[in-house]
């Protein structure tokens, strides 16, 4: 498996408040990503890096931002929490050298829920 | 708008039968890629498919990619419960983003 963590892995919070996620990598791979995962909607991409300090917005990244300081860690943060935020958020990584070998791994998820 | 429409949405099928999951689009994509997630856990690739009307096996398993690249399929012969899952699709776009499909919740049963 890769070496891939999220923490925390569940989390209730208030609308309203700020909440961070964290994705934590041991592959030293160049890119990794958020996404959402909704019933009827599969994987949405929210934000994605390309490199440390170097990122780009995905398909729903309104309400999300994102920062990675170092190779190893790409933190999500939603700057104030709203019900529609509830969701499965997933961090993946890959090495992107290519087309058809951009294979991305999959951290377990983080379930939030915003009351 | 779902770039990608996956059918079906479900699936509930008697162990020893076989199915075909669907993954269309009017869009044209690098590589289709189809992965399996297990309940709690994160996605993971069972194959990427690249070049157009191609058909990879991986063992009960046979994926084709559409000659205009723009569809797919995964066929399972004789289905076993350790098939059960969900099954997503994923299209590769320019930079190497990949759009999902809604994802196929399979049921094998006994």
């Known amino acids: 498996d890769a070496g891939i963590t999220q923490s925390p892995r569940h989390k209730v919070t208030e609308t309203g408040t700020p909440v961070t996620l964290r994705c934590h990598q041991t592959?030293?791979?160049?890119?990794m990503y958020w996404y959402r995962q909704d019933p009827g909607h599969g994987l949405r991409l929210i934000h994605y890096?390309?490199?440390?300090?170097?990122?780009d917005k995905g398909e729903v990244s309104d309400g999300y931002s994102v920062s990675r300081s170092k190779t190893e860690d790409f933190l999500l943060t939603l700057e104030s929490a709203t019900s529609s935020q509830t969701s499965v958020y997933f961090c993946?990584?890959?090495?992107?050298?290519?087309?058809?070998?951009?294979?991305?791994?999959f951290g377990p998820g983080t379930r939030l829920t915003v009351l | 708008t779902q770039l990608l429409e996956q059918s079906p949405q479900f699936l509930s099928i008697q162990e020893g039968e076989n199915l075909t999951v669907y993954c269309n689009s009017s869009?044209?994509?690098?590589?289709l890629q189809w992965y399996r997630q297990e309940p709690g856990e994160g996605p993971v690739l069972l194959v990427t498919?690249?070049?157009?009307?191609e058909v990879k096996k991986l063992k009960r398993l046979t994926f084709q990619f559409g000659d205009a690249r723009k569809d797919s399929s995964l066929h399972i012969t004789a289905a076993q419960p350790g098939d059960t899952g969900l099954y997503l699709c994923?299209?590769?776009?320019?930079?190497?983003?990949?759009?999902f499909g809604q994802g196929t919740e399979l049921s094998v049963k006994p």
């Open positions: 993946a990584i890959s090495r992107a050298s290519g087309v058809g070998t951009d294979t991305q791994y």
């Open positions: 592959e030293n791979h160049r890119y």
């Open positions: 498919v690249v070049t157009g009307g």
């Open positions: 994923a299209g590769e776009r320019q930079g190497g983003k990949l759009i």
């Open positions: 869009s044209v994509f690098s590589s």
């Open positions: 890096s390309y490199g440390v300090k170097d990122t």
